[in-house]
């Protein structure tokens, strides 16, 4: 079944036993977040909000909380999309089975956008008169957590040549006047933003459509990361089967399948405070200049249904979205960029800080030493495309004997078996990082380290902890992994370094510091949240016995201080 609306997709779930329906009065201010967070650790279920205080709506949550879930929401068309996203990167797959692709291509005709008359039922409403959820006690105000934000080139216009992106909007506090501006939080390199470039340059304000709603494949494709020149509103019509259905008013472009829309424009150099935000590195991004859109009007259907979800530390149901983007994309990234042969971003670190990575080594076999070659110029390609070039740590190896990216732990064992820190950290400094990582020197500021590793196994790490003496201000050892030590402590790094070099750590192949080690070394998962959340490369990894030779920084095994500092944004609590 295809869905039409999101009504008729909650309305399937609902007979299939997948919905949760909340009857009694409900505030939005964090009650509805607590519920949502609960249900999604423990139930799993989609939720219905039917009674909000402060509003007429309903609320729906958790619609994606399951892998299952979403792939029976696209049960359709998921493999159709698969065919279609090859297609796009392989078009010669398609001589191997035409009648197949034949097909495939049939579907496309979903992918052709279809102008219709705005909806009469369609009716111009206040923002206060949407849902004003707030999630986490410190953010700034109520924010939009499932938008689709529509924009287009104002040098090249035309519904083909949108981008439709899922970037935060806050609708209320701080200094936004209500019903006349909300703001507008997203990255520079996003499509948006060099939308809004091109606009400030021309000094013409950019007209914006914010959608809330519609078929669930609508709210998919705003966070889908999509082949080169692939339409997010043709993957839209094909995923749900349906033909993006859009109206034109007043120079805006509205989806006529949305529930809401909100129409506004961004100004030049038009900026306000927006944040505080429970992001979902586990941590609050702060308060920051952003631009302030400037609201013409905003529409809502009679019976709409306004999706909300909730992040924070992972996992959440945006760990669930990737999930579904794995199933539906493949090895999309890994055939767009030769020599990958397997890529993770690590959705415990927060997907950003954190990317694993295994990829070919065909210069090894001239080189009795097989040190890193191919592997590096991998690297750099990856550094360098869409999303994953916010990546703050990758570590890349060889396929010889290639352990599962997806298994983290098996695969930090692998690679610290293999890695030779004399020569395999290899540093970007004074760069771009995530615009909600706070690790770094600055917004978007930071470094980044790529850390490469092949050949044969060079040290046995140790299963158990041996003997280790720290100096005062340290304490709490504890192997979190396979010669992974974690260290506690309050104390000069400096120290510690000095203390440690003098000492035979051998089957010792990474040392992190941090604040509670009895913490980070209960779970694989808490050593990835906070070593790689709350460190930046080149500020915070030290050595033992380092030196720095033609600007390479070498050392005998490294220290990550992954403790938390003055400059790092508040850790999310309930």
Known sequence: MSYKSLHQCISDL??????????????????????????????????????????????????????DRGKFIFRNSIDVVKDLIDFKLNPLNALKNPFKSFFTLLNGIYSIPKKVALPKSFKEIR???????????????????????????????????????????????????????????YQIHRGIGVHQKKAIKKG?????????????????????????????????????KRRFRYAKKDGYTISADADFVICGELHPNDLKPEGPFGDHLGYYSLVHDFPVLKVHKVYAKENGIWPFTVVGRPPQEDSQFGALIHEISGKAIEKEIPGVKSLNAVDEAGVHPLLLAVGSERYTPFNPTKKPQELLTI????????????????????????????NEKEYFTHFLERVDWDRDLHFQTKTTIDTLDYSGD????????????????????????MQIKLPKGFSNPNLVSSGNLVVEGKGEIKDLVFSLEQQDLNGIGLITLVDDSQFVSEDF??????????????????????????????????????????????????
């Open 442 to 465: 600055g917004l978007n500021e930071g470094s980044k380290v790529v850390i490469a590793a092949a050949g044969d196994i060079k040290r046995k790490l140790l299963e158990s902890l």
């Open 127 to 185: 923002i206060e008169e949407l849902p004003q959820i707030k999630c986490w006690k410190e953010d700034g105000g109520a924010f939009i957590t499932l938008p689709q934000v529509y924009s287009e080139d104002i040098e090249n216009p035309g519904i083909l040549n949108s981008n439709l992106g899922m970037y935060r909007i806050q609708i209320s506090g701080n200094d936004y006047e209500l019903n006349k501006e909300v703001g507008m939080h």
């Open 204 to 240: 013409e304000p950019l007209k914006v459509s914010i959608f809330v709603g519609g078929p669930p494949a609508h709210t998919f494709a705003a966070v889908m990361p999509l082949p080169e020149g692939m339409s997010e509103l043709s993957f839209a019509g094909v995923l749900a």
């Open 525 to 574: 998962s808490n050593w990835l949240w906070v070593t790689f959340t709350r460190s930046s490369p080149a500020n915070d990894i030290y050595g033992l016995n380092s030196e720095i030779n033609n600007k390479h920084f070498s050392c005998t095994i490294p220290v990550i201080d992954a403790r938390i500092k003055e400059h790092h944004a508040p850790i999310l609590e309930r």
């Open 379 to 406: 690297a750099n390609r990856i550094l360098g495309t869409g999303q994953v070039s916010l990546a703050k740590y990758l570590f890349i190896c060889d396929e010889e004997n290639g352990p599962n990216v997806n």
């Open 14 to 67: 609902f007979k299939n036993g997948e919905v949760r329906i909340i009857s009694e009065e409900v505030n939005p201010d964090l009650d509805m977040a607590s519920i949502h967070l609960n249900e999604f650790k423990e139930g799993k279920k989609t939720l219905l909000f039917e009674n909000i205080k402060g509003t007429k709506y309903k609320a729906s949550s958790n619609l994606f909380g399951t892998l």
